[in-house]
């Protein structure tokens, strides 16, 4: 690895920067509303079950996303 490189571990511990900090927490509540919806006791539309797989996806990533991106400094 070069000098000014991080692992990804070091890059999850990092402070995270005030703009990415948001794009978790929209993350998380995007994935938790999907999850909810999956996993609901009553009878969905399929259709509805598979728009909440794709939101709890994109929620999955933009979390994961957000979590490691660091300040440039």
């Given at each position: 690895?070069?000098?000014?490189?991080m692992s990804l571990a070091?890059?999850?511990?990092a402070p995270t920067p005030k703009f990415f900090r948001r794009v978790?927490?929209?993350g998380l509540c995007?994935?938790?509303v999907g999850g909810a919806i999956i996993a609901s006791p009553i009878a969905l539309p399929a259709a509805l079950v598979a728009v909440a797989g794709y939101i709890t996806l994109a929620?999955?990533?933009m979390t994961a996303v957000a979590q490691v991106s660091v300040d440039g400094e």
């Open positions: 690895m070069k000098g000014n490189e070091k890059r999850a511990a978790r927490t929209i995007l994935a938790a929620g999955g990533v």
